[in-house]
């Protein structure tokens, strides 16, 4: 069980924040194998007397800030330093403690103060934090010195899971070559995500408290009942945003917020999905003032303990937030395996262990008969690409297609459902009639075909309809990949696609029907 709570650190009278993101020095340890770093003990002793170092922003991913693909690809330690100033009536008063917190770093981390270490974390989109007042102290404080080692590589443990290949043939890869293998598309984004905040809190303080929300307008009804058929009410519409784009990569960035913000009012959206990980906090105030949503986070042991305390971490920080409909605790996993069945009722009953007030879910594109898990879970979401990885060219095989994956579905499970994905990818601009792949009229035409049978559907037991995906994003190089995804009905640089328009219309038409 974890330590503690993980309350959003806010200024009060007798709190104080201090936001010390900005510039860091930054080194990738391009070592063969990875670890000179911590052999040489760079946290002992300023970074730069270390070897070359580079200025990196914090928050931000370090991958497209350079001209450098070998910082783009990196996969392995990277080195962030920053001298900071604390001030010195912190380190004077005894009753203050002060607060290291880092609010998100991908995937694994490390963290010194002064060279001596404070704590490390495993994930790579959830707070942690370590109590610094005593190493301060001993070390007479000024300037704090912060080091922080971040290492992206994905194993079959993490979340998402991940392999790293050798290749041996030394007639076509040098010495130590390696990949990283994925089964997931968008790029894998690395380095310190969001800010990273000194905080005091009185000795004696509140670690942790608990909201129960209670309204009487059906968008946040949901949120005291188990029952999911109450979802009903807020998840008509729903898109997903992903807050990747250029340059800053997965870094939190508050103008874009503000925009997709700002774009889903205007489509009329009155629900969105996270995908495939937990957002930023920033982004849970966000939506608690407006737009409800979900939220998401191998099957060996270590996976399913990895995974169990993940759900822990979000439901501890995001389990005061009215916006947050349901959990979600997977994203297109393995599901047919059959350990498959074990791992999601432990994961599932678990989660619900934590928070009894909210339906639980995982997100599949499995097949309904072999499919291990969705017996366990309150909502089945489904995501499938009907016309487009099966089927390619062919729009009019939707119609039949959805009404038997739905049909399938409810007849064995009789459980609410949810398409939380479907879409084509179109490249702005591109256009053909009659329509093809990769032009926007095969976006929209593919759009409106779930649509009509949605329509249908919606009267009986679908309740929710996800498109993918609110915007472009990066994506690793593969032929699939016309320069990262494409399925967005908004382009990277946020402006709409004839999809768009289509869903806007949508949206505030179902709106108005529904009131
Ligand atoms: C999916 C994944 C999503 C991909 C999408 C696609 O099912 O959940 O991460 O981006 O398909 O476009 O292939």
Same mark, same amino acid.
């Given at each position: ?16 924040? +201090? ?35 580079? *200025? ?39 009753? $203050? ?71 041996? =043939? ?174 999601? +009722? ?18 599949? *594109? ?44 409810? *007849? ?12 084509? =990818? ?32 919606? +009267? ?37 696609? $004839? ?17």
């Amino acid at each position: 069980a974890l330590q503690g709570g993980m309350l959003f650190p806010t200024e009060s009278p007798s709190r104080e924040v +201090k936001d010390v993101s900005g510039l860091w020095s930054f080194r990738a340890d391009l070592s063969p194998e990875r670890n000179r770093g911590f052999e040489q003990h760079w946290y002992r002793s300023p970074l730069a007397q270390t070897g070359p170092v580079i *200025d990196m922003p914090v928050p931000s991913s370090y991958n497209d800030i350079t001209q450098d693909a070998k910082i783009r690809d990196f996969i392995g330690w990277v080195w962030y330093e920053k001298d900071v100033w604390v001030p010195a009536r912190w380190i004077q008063d005894r009753g $203050a403690r002060i607060v290291l917190r880092v609010g998100s770093a991908h995937y694994y981390s490390v963290l010194w103060v002064n060279g001596v270490k404070v704590t490390e974390h495993e994930g790579g989109h959830l707070p942690f934090e370590a109590d610094i007042s005593g190493v301060l102290r001993q070390t007479s404080g000024n300037p704090c010195r912060i080091t922080i080692a971040v290492n992206n590589t994905l194993t079959l443990e993490t979340l998402p899971p991940g392999t790293i290949q050798y290749m041996n =043939d030394r007639s076509r890869y040098p010495a130590g070559y390696f990949v990283q293998n994925t089964d997931f598309d968008f790029f894998n984004y690395a380095g310190i995500h969001r800010p990273v905040l000194l905080y005091t809190t009185p000795k004696a303080h509140i670690d942790d408290i608990s909201v129960e929300t209670t309204f009487s307008d059906n968008i946040v009804s949901s949120r005291t009942h188990t029952d999911p058929m109450s979802v009903k009410h807020c998840i008509v519409t729903s898109l997903t945003p992903r807050f990747v784009w250029q340059i800053r990569g997965k870094g939190f960035d508050w103008p874009l917020v503000v925009k997709d913000f700002n774009l889903m009012k205007w489509m009329g959206v009155n629900s969105f999905r996270t995908s495939h990980y937990p957002y930023a906090e920033e982004i849970l105030q966000m939506a608690d003032r407006g737009v409800p949503f979900s939220d998401s986070p191998g099957f060996g042991n270590v996976s399913l303990a990895h995974h169990l305390t993940v759900m822990e971490e979000l439901v501890r920080r995001d389990k005061n937030h009215p916006s947050v409909v349901m959990w979600s605790v997977a994203n297109e996993p393995a599901s047919e395996m059959p350990p498959a069945g074990f791992y999601f +009722k432990e994961l599932v009953s678990h989660t619900k262990s934590l928070d009894s007030s909210r339906p639980v879910t995982y997100i599949t *594109d499995s097949n309904y008969a072999r499919d291990q898990g969705a017996q366990y879970v309150d909502v089945i979401c489904v995501n499938s690409y009907l016309s487009w990885y099966h089927d390619p060219g062919h729009t009019e095989l939707i119609s039949l297609q959805l009404n038997t994956q739905f049909d399938d579905w409810y *007849d064995k499970y009789q459980k609410p459902i949810i398409q939380s994905e479907y879409g084509a =990818d179109a490249v702005a601009g591109l256009h053909s009639d009659p329509p093809m792949m990769f032009t926007e009229e095969y976006q929209t035409t593919v759009l409106q075909n779930y649509h009509n049978v949605f329509d249908q559907k919606r +009267k009986e037991f679908v309740i929710g309809e996800l498109i993918w995906n609110f915007a472009d994003f990066m994506t690793a190089q593969t032929i699939t990949r016309v320069v990262g995804n494409k399925k967005g009905i908004f382009t990277r640089q946020r402006q709409p696609k $004839a999809g768009a328009l289509l869903l806007r219309e949508r949206y505030w038409r179902i709106a108005n029907e529904t009131g």
